[in-house]
Nanobody, 113 residues
Framework: QVQLVESGGGFVQPGESLRLSCVVSGVKVTSTAMGWYRQVPGKRELIARITTSGHLDYEDTVKGRFIISRDSAKNMVYLQMNLLKPEDTARYYC????????WGQGTQVTVSS
C-alpha cells in the first residue's frame, strides 16, 4: 500500500524559500514518475514532475523557481521552492503520477507580507 507524507510547509514572506519533503512508502520513487501538486479551492494541479529517467518538467508559473528532486536511498521526493509569491499559496501534495493511490495529507504553504 502506497503512503505519502508531506512536510515542510509554512508561512513565509514573498521572495523567501521553502523546501517541501515527501516520504514515500509502498513504491520506489525511482520506479514511477512522481509529481508535486498544489491545491487551491476548486482546483488541484500538477506543478512539477520527475520521471523514472530523471527528466524534470514544470508548470509554467513555477518554472525557474521550483526544483523537484528525489533521494532513492531515503525514498523521498523534494520540492525546493524559491522566490515564493503570494499566488503560490496552496496546499501541496506529492503523488505517483500514474498510480491511483490515496493522497497524503499535504502541507500548507502560505506566502504573504
Amino acid at each position: 500500500q502506497v503512503q505519502l507524507v508531506e512536510s515542510g510547509g509554512g508561512f513565509v514572506q514573498p521572495g523567501e524559500s521553502l523546501r517541501l519533503s515527501c516520504v514515500v512508502s509502498g513504491v520506489k520513487v525511482t520506479s514511477t514518475a512522481m509529481g508535486w501538486y498544489r491545491q487551491v479551492p476548486g482546483k488541484r494541479e500538477l506543478i512539477a514532475r520527475i520521471t523514472t529517467s530523471g527528466h524534470l518538467d514544470y508548470e509554467d508559473t513555477v518554472k525557474g523557481r521550483f526544483i523537484i528532486s528525489r533521494d532513492s536511498a531515503k525514498n523521498m521526493v523534494y520540492l525546493q521552492m524559491n522566490l515564493l509569491k503570494p499566488e503560490d499559496t496552496a496546499r501541496y501534495y506529492c503523488k505517483p503520477i500514474f498510480q491511483n493511490v490515496p493522497w497524503g495529507q499535504g502541507t500548507q504553504v502560505t506566502v504573504s507580507s
